[in-house]
């Protein structure tokens, strides 16, 4: 069971002022991470640059973590687009895209520290899946970022590639128990253990989800109630219980849902959609409208140019992508240079002539979304309505609904 804020083993966190009152009576443990005591409330890392330093910023001002994503974040500087400028799937332009978005990640960190004021903890999220993920890792570690958080495969090389930081956070993001068993041996090895793990449901979650097949995703074993107990059966044999903790990410939207998954044994709770539809997010304004406005009906899942399924709202580029996607699979060909956008992905549907993987440039359709264009953007979406409906709010607002507790009478009737 959850335990509640008065025990003496849950220190306050370092919060924003207009939050002290709704924490005090949230009744929610706070999140404890190398000592730091945090807000159980993370905002899960969303490219091409829709968390950037605006977002995380300000969610670590109000006292949680926040997260940056890594991916192609130079869009977001006019300056280092120009620098990266040339001739598409030249080796040249692909360094100087490279190297510009190492700027960019670096800009981004320090921007959002400042934001952040000294509380919470500022974090990135770099897929597995990138070319650039080592680079990216090692400039973010450089540049002093609070955590590291890793999805879209199997990070096993992270506590190498951060053996010189170890008083960074290393947070791998997956979705079953079986997963966490395996990465927990390999790392083992390696003398280092995750200061938490993010448990994310693929059923509910937006964006690249972490099952290998669109059938697979309502499998039983991504369930909360089975995976949280799972994990902690696993970290009391491995005897480290207490030591790691989980943070159950897809689908949650209310206090109520934060408490169900600190009584199932989660520490913390991740959430995506909802920040990406408040003031600060760093999208543009027709993005969090798309967002804001999309329901469950009109989502759809596809296999994503990476490989793995993925979940998104179903606009008119994704609806005109889909009725081609047959035809275009059955031509792939053989790999080929990337003239897209930049070769972004180390494995490509596209660029390699995987048949059985998306045909389109995700970079490309990402970018588009970041810029609110329904013609041409892939717009990732997480199930579920959002706590303000269609309405784009702020952090804070986000923050105070999430710690607030329905009155005793709406809870019964829920």
Same mark, same amino acid.
């Not at 009152?21 to 929610?28: N, V």
């Not at 549907?349 to 490309?364: A, P, S």
């Not at 970018?367 to 717009?379: E, I, M, P, V």
């Given at each position: 069971?959850?335990?509640?804020?008065?025990?003496?083993?849950?220190?306050?966190?370092?919060?924003?002022?207009?939050?002290?009152?709704?924490? #005090?009576? #949230?009744?929610?443990?706070?999140?404890?991470?190398?000592?730091?005591? %945090?807000?159980?409330?993370?905002?899960?890392?969303?490219? &091409?640059?829709?968390?950037?330093?605006?977002?995380?910023?300000?969610?670590?001002?109000?006292?949680?973590?926040?997260?940056?994503?890594?991916?192609?974040?130079?869009?977001l500087h006019p300056d280092l687009m120009a620098r990266s400028a040339g001739p598409l799937g030249d080796p040249e332009t692909k !360094?100087?895209?490279?190297?510009?978005?190492?700027?960019?990640?670096?800009?981004?960190?320090?921007?959002?520290?400042?934001?952040?004021?000294?509380?919470?903890?500022?974090?990135?999220?770099?897929?597995?899946?990138?070319?650039?993920? *080592?680079?990216?890792?090692?400039?973010?570690?450089?540049?002093?970022?609070?955590?590291?958080?890793?999805?879209?495969?199997?990070?096993?090389? %992270?506590?190498?590639?951060?053996?010189?930081?170890?008083?960074? @956070?290393?947070?791998?993001?997956? #979705?079953?128990?079986?997963? &966490?068993?395996?990465?927990?041996?390999? +790392? =083992?090895?390696?003398?280092?253990?995750?200061?938490?793990?993010?448990?994310?449901?693929?059923?509910?979650?937006?964006?690249?989800?972490?099952?290998?097949?669109?059938?697979? @995703?309502?499998?039983?074993?991504? =369930?909360?109630?089975?995976?949280?107990?799972?994990?902690?059966?696993?970290?009391?044999?491995?005897?480290? =219980?207490?030591?790691?903790?989980?943070?159950?990410?897809?689908?949650?939207?209310?206090?109520?849902?934060?408490?169900?998954?600190?009584?199932?044994?989660?520490?913390?709770?991740?959430?995506?959609?909802?920040?990406?539809?408040? =003031?600060?997010?760093?999208?543009?304004?027709?993005?969090?409208?798309?967002?804001?406005?999309?329901?469950?009906?009109?989502? &759809?899942?596809?296999?994503?140019?990476?490989?793995?399924?993925?979940?998104?709202?179903?606009?008119? +580029?994704?609806?005109?992508?889909?009725?081609?996607? #047959? !035809? @275009?699979?059955? &031509?792939?060909?053989?790999?080929?240079?990337?003239?897209?956008?930049?070769?972004?992905?180390?494995?490509?549907?596209?660029?390699?002539?995987?048949?059985? +993987?998306? /045909?389109?440039?995700?970079?490309?359709?990402?970018?588009?979304?970041?810029?609110?264009?329904?013609?041409?953007? %892939?717009?990732?979406?997480?199930?579920? *309505?959002?706590?303000?409906?269609? /309405?784009?709010?702020?952090?804070?607002? @986000?923050?105070?609904?999430?710690l607030t507790p329905l009155p005793s009478s709406a809870t019964a009737g829920a």
């Amino acid at each position: 069971m959850s335990q509640p804020l008065s025990s003496p083993a849950a220190a306050s966190p370092s919060l924003a002022p207009d939050l002290q009152d709704c924490w #005090s009576g #949230s009744g929610l443990r706070p999140l404890q991470l190398r000592g730091r005591s %945090l807000l159980p409330i993370v905002q899960g890392g969303m490219g &091409v640059g829709v968390s950037a330093q605006q977002l995380a910023g300000a969610v670590a001002s109000a006292g949680g973590m926040g997260t940056i994503s890594s991916v192609d974040l130079r869009r977001l500087h006019p300056d280092l687009m120009a620098r990266s400028a040339g001739p598409l799937g030249d080796p040249e332009t692909k !360094k100087r895209i490279n190297d510009a978005n190492l700027e960019a990640i670096a800009r981004e960190i320090g921007g959002a520290r400042e934001r952040a004021q000294g509380r919470g903890l500022v974090a990135i999220n770099v897929m597995r899946a990138l070319d650039a993920y *080592a680079e990216s890792v090692k400039q973010a570690l450089a540049c002093g970022v609070d955590a590291v958080v890793v999805g879209a495969g199997l990070p096993l090389d %992270l506590p190498d590639l951060a053996q010189d930081h170890p008083d960074t @956070l290393l947070v791998p993001i997956l #979705s079953d128990a079986r997963g &966490v068993q395996l990465l927990m041996r390999k +790392w =083992e090895r390696k003398k280092r253990l995750p200061d938490a793990v993010v448990i994310e449901h693929p059923a509910h979650a937006g964006g690249h989800l972490g099952a290998a097949r669109i059938a697979d @995703l309502p499998d039983g074993r991504f =369930e909360f109630e089975r995976v949280i107990p799972e994990c902690l059966a696993f970290f009391r044999q491995a005897g480290v =219980e207490g030591r790691i903790p989980l943070i159950a990410a897809g689908g949650i939207r209310s206090h109520q849902d934060i408490r169900r998954l600190q009584d199932l044994g989660a520490d913390a709770v991740q959430l995506g959609t909802p920040f990406a539809v408040t =003031e600060e997010c760093d999208a543009a304004p027709e993005f969090k409208r798309v967002l804001a406005e999309a329901r469950d009906e009109d989502m &759809v899942e596809f296999t994503s140019v990476a490989g793995l399924p993925a979940r998104a709202v179903r606009t008119p +580029w994704l609806n005109a992508y889909l009725k081609v996607e #047959s !035809k @275009l699979q059955a &031509v792939a060909q053989i790999k080929k240079r990337c003239t897209k956008a930049f070769d972004c992905l180390a494995q490509c549907g596209l660029r390699d002539g995987f048949k059985d +993987w998306g /045909q389109f440039c995700i970079d490309h359709q990402l970018a588009a979304a970041l810029r609110g264009d329904l013609s041409k953007g %892939l717009f990732f979406r997480g199930k579920g *309505a959002l706590p303000f409906g269609d /309405q784009v709010r702020s952090v804070m607002d @986000l923050m105070k609904h999430l710690l607030t507790p329905l009155p005793s009478s709406a809870t019964a009737g829920a």
